[in-house]
Structure formats: C-alpha cells, structure tokens
C-alpha cells in the first residue's frame, strides 16, 4: 500500500486529509527522517520533535503566497518532505543533494538561505512592511525553536514587531533546548509556563470557544481577549510578550495536530502581532533521540541495531575532541582559565570539560555578543578566558571582539572550531573568513596548529600573552603527528622538509596535506620544500624573506578565503620589505564561491586545496619557472591565484 507521504506533492495536499491520515503521515515523516539522517547525517531531534507543528502550519496558512522564516534553519526537514523535496531527500546534506538548511535555490517555499539563530523575527518584520508598503495582502509567520529566542537579535526583532498594525504570528517552539539545554533567566521564565495549569487549561478554553466563535469579525476579538486576560491572571500580570505589543497566546501541546490547527485558524487573521508558544519534544517519536535530544542533535552517520544507536566513529580523534583534552589538562594547571561557549557545549568540546570541570565552563546561550562581553569582564577580572565559538558563529561578536577585548588589550583567547570548510552543513556554516576579519585588530596574535600537539602548544603560548589571541581548527580528524611538538615562538614558523624547486608556505592543518603533496611530487622528481607557517600574525618574516629570495615559485595554502587570509599577509609582507611577489601563487577559497553542502574532503578538492591540487598547482609552477627562468629579484608587486587543475 502507498504511503501517504508519497502522495504529498505540496502543502495543499494535506488539506484534503483527515487528523487520522494526518497522525498517520506524521508517523511516516519520522521514520522517514530517522532513515535519511542514520545513513546521511543531520539534525535529527530537531526535527522529530516539530512534525505536527510544521505540518498544522502547512494547514492552515498557504505559503505559496503566505511568508514562513525559519529559526533555526536546522529544524526544516518536515517542512522539505512535504513541499516536494522527499524524492530526493535520501541525498540529504551529499554534494548535489538537498541541503540540510532553507535553500531558496531548492524551493520557492523557502525564502532564505539560513544556518544562524536569531534573524526569523526581524526579517519577516521586514517582509510584513514590505508586502504592505506593496499592497500584498500576504500573512507572515516566523517559527522560532531551539533556543534561538534568547539571541539579541530576536529581541531586537520583537521590539520592532511590536509596534506593526498587521497580521503578524511568532511560533515559539518552545523544547526546553538549544543545542544544549537553554540556559539563562528566559529559560526559567518560560519554564514557569511550562509547568503551570494554564498548559491545557487554554487548550479546554479554546476547545470550548471555537465552536461559537465565527473566524472573521468581532468575535475572533472577544474570544482572543477572554483567552488574554485568562493567561494574565493564571500565570504573570507582566507577561513579557504581552509588555513588548504581542497577544501572547499558550502555552500549548505541539504534539496535539487538531488543537493546532483550531488554534492557527483562530489566531491566523489577527490584525495585530500575536506570540503562540508551542511546548513540544525534541526527539518526538523517536526513544533513544529523546532520551538524549543533546547527542542526536546533529549526529554523524548512525548504526541502529534495533534498540541499540550509536554514531560510526572514526579511529582518530577529531579536532573537537583534541581541544576538550588540551583544554582539561591546561585548565587544572591553572586555576585562572575558565571556558565560554555560546549555546554549543557538545561542538566545542567543552561538555566534556565541563565534566571535568563544572565550575569552570559557562554556557551563555545563543548570544555569542554577550559570550565575547563575558569573556572581556572576566579577563579584567583577572582570569584567563577562552571564548570557544565556531568560525562562522565568531562573524556575530566582530564589534565585541573589537570594543570589549581588543580595545581594551584584555588576554580573551578566540578558540575557533569549523575554521574552513564545513562539510555537510555548506555555505551556512564554512568558517572562511576569521583570518580577515581578526587580523586586522591591533595587537591580535592568530594562530592555527597542523595537529593535537601543536595545538597544545599554540594554546599554551596564547595563555601566556597579554593581550587578545585566536587559534582556529576545523571540523576534522586530528591528522598523525608531525612530530614532537615543538613550542610555539611568538611569530616564527617551522620547517617541515627543505626543498630546491619551490617552497609551499602553509597555514594550519594544510601544512600536513602540502607536506603529502611534497611527497607526491618526489616521487616525480621534484624537490618540493614545505613550512609550517603556524602565525598568520604576527607573520615570521624570515620565512617570507627566505621562501622569496631563492628565486623559486612560492605557495601558498590555507582553509579560508583568499580574500585577506594568510596569502594575503604574504603578499603584504613581502610587499613591506620591498620582496618580489610574482612568483608567488596563493591556494585557498574562491572570493566568490559559494561551497555547496558534501563531503568536507569533495570541498577541498573544489577549492584545490587537497593534497592531489596542491601537487598540480607546485607542478606548473614549477614546470613554468624551468621554462621561463627564476623569477625576478626584485620588480611590481603582481601575484596570481591558482586553482584545482
């Protein structure tokens, strides 16, 4: 017998089904994404948990015209099944395949491209006033989960959407979650409500007053209001959302599809700004996911052998990992180090120190601003502070990096995860622009180690500084040693093997994929020369000076745009000390690429950045110097990028 989701072409479809083919679909919804995410990766409690919501939504509102923003993005995948993505939802976050993210290249439904918290609010205050200065009569309605309610700037989005005078509904999906547990005093207030008699009490209420109450006209006022001043007098008569211009409406089950929808239909029309918040379960449906909604936020590939999950691991350690044991051992020598993520514990490493050491790490939500501001209080203070933030999540405290550390000359240490390319989670979430947008602080140290040892050594060194410093690393298996790891000297880098016919100059964890190319090409005859860079700033200019003067093709490798990354601070440096650059080449990531979701190794090639792109790219260069001479001794400061061949 076909199943009902292959029957689902658009939202339309599920208007002509009954709550019981409905209940029926969201059962084949669930499995279906446990399916997908165990082969593919993905978010996976995230999703089980919004079925019925996602699904009363689709309902109720017509989002062919209709507006729906997504925060976070991650928790989409219902709302891809149903809007005629499930045929090739097996490709989820593969090279080709469906993103794990809203892609307006996929589907009109989706109207952005979006991986980070906070933005629903304010951009669908946007499209409302948009839509109305163009006399659209559309709805809007911004779905709001995991958390993401407790970033900046949703607030500031609320704070605007208070003040509309026109249909406009915020969905907070309310799972007790982030990516970790919620943390902060929004996280208790709406715990109150959560635990409160109102939770089916408006349930029993609106059951009562629908059946009276037409859908249009005074009476959606008159039932709205008596719901309104029944939640002010149950639970708080200064009721947040209510004190910033929202009908605060909830809360309410999220996994009751028919009390969704009488809800929706009730609420859909209101010509004011109306907050329905939903409580629902992350893991829904699924045991083992919602017993530990935290470890199957966003795993890996996963082996189920009936009751028994867990995620395929690799042997070597990822860099996540190396992080948290660095972490705990400099942490227990000095009792001056304290850890700070925002709202991502498990990805930074720091669940298991916190393990360790629970009076040492501090989760600061979805806010990485105020993580940063944090962190700046408590280096002056006196303590030593790491802020461990990703790469692509560090973009959102760029003037709190600037105001709050670097202005002040505070020691925060920046321990930046996901630096590079990303893997299946794509363009929303590539770490390629941390180099450009920190060096340029005055007096910031960046570092970037090429394995676990280093990595030691590099946070040893920045714990030592006076002032600011970041040391980046990707998502990524810690490659085998280089040796026996060496301490990290203020701006000096490190030979790894002498060569005549060029010299590669490598930033972080691409010094060990030059050094396999190196040993590639020798086995062709070529005597290929590769250091360590491990400073981006300040630079070791001895080694630009060095690489320059043999008169050989010089290149250069990182994980990060070529736009004002380490290629860059070596084109600047040589530039500086009236250095030839013509026979510099630079690898890393196009200026004006956008890198789809697939395997981060598939990436790597794109970019050649891979040991088989970098050994093409010293091959010509070093075939074209035979036929054309060294390069000049001195002349205009000209260099070229390079590319996969």
Known sequence: MKRILETIQSPADLRSLSFAELATL???IRQRIIDVVSRCGGHLASNLGVVELTLALHRVFDFARDRLLWDVGHQCYVHKLITGRNARFDTLRQAGGVSGFPSTAESPYDLFDVGHAGTAIATAVGLARGDAALGRDTRVVALVGDASIVNGVAFEGLNQAGVLKRQFLVVLNDNSMGIARTQGALATYLARFRVSSLYEDVKHRVASILPRVPLV????????????????????PDQIFEQLGFLYVGPVDGHDLPHLVEILELLKDVAQPVLLHVHTEKGRGCEWAAHDPCAFHSPGKLKIEGDSVSEEKSERKSWTAAFADVAIRLMQEDARVFALTAAMPDGTGLAKVRQTLPDRVLDCGIAESSTVDIAAGMAKAGLRPLACIYSTFLQRAFDQVFQEAVLQRLPVGFCIDRAGLVGGDGAVHHGYLDIAYLRGFQGMVLMAPADEAELEQALRLGLKLD????????????????????????????VLRPGRDATILAYGTPAITALEAANRLATEGFDIGVVNARFAKPIDEDMVTTAITRGT????????????????????????????????????LAVEKFYKHGSRGGQLAEAGIDAVGIAATVRRAVQAARVSGPSRAAGAPVSREDGPA
């Not at 709205?224 to 007098?233: N, Q, R, T």
């Not at 410093?469 to 880098?493: E, I, K, N, S």
């Open 26 to 28: 969201a059962g084949e």
């Open 553 to 588: 093709p010089v290149i250069t490798v990182e994980d990060h745009s070529l736009a004002g990354g380490f290629g860059s601070v070596v084109l600047e440096t040589a530039n500086r000390l009236g250095l030839p650059t013509d026979g510099i080449i630079r690898l890393g």
């Open 217 to 236: 006209g005074q009476g959606v006022y008159d039932a709205l209001e008596h719901l309104k001043e029944g939640i002010k007098a149950t639970v708080a």
């Open 467 to 494: 002032g600011p410093w970041a040391v980046r690393y990707p998502r990524d298996m810690v490659p085998l040693p280089l040796g026996t790891g060496d301490p990290f000297y203020l701006g000096r880098a490190r």
